[in-house]
């Protein structure tokens, strides 16, 4: 039996949504073990700044491994 715990993530670039899911996801691993499945739940555009900022928001599993 397994269980698995799910986080929400957002990443950012100037490029595109894609970038910025990428990127997050590549952030999590740095410190978030056995990633499994992301799900793209949100996209959206921040035009605050000079430029356009692409923000996609994930659900992000991985595996709950017990100390």
Do not use: N, P
């Amino acid at each position: 039996m397994s269980v698995y715990k799910i986080v929400e993530l957002v990443g950012t670039s100037t490029t595109s949504w894609e970038d910025a899911a990428v990127t997050a996801v590549q952030t999590a691993k740095q410190t978030l073990r056995g990633l499994r499945v992301a799900e793209v739940v949100e996209q959206d555009l921040d035009l605050s700044g000079d430029e356009v900022l692409f923000r996609t928001k994930l659900s992000v599993s991985f595996k709950y491994q017990a100390d």
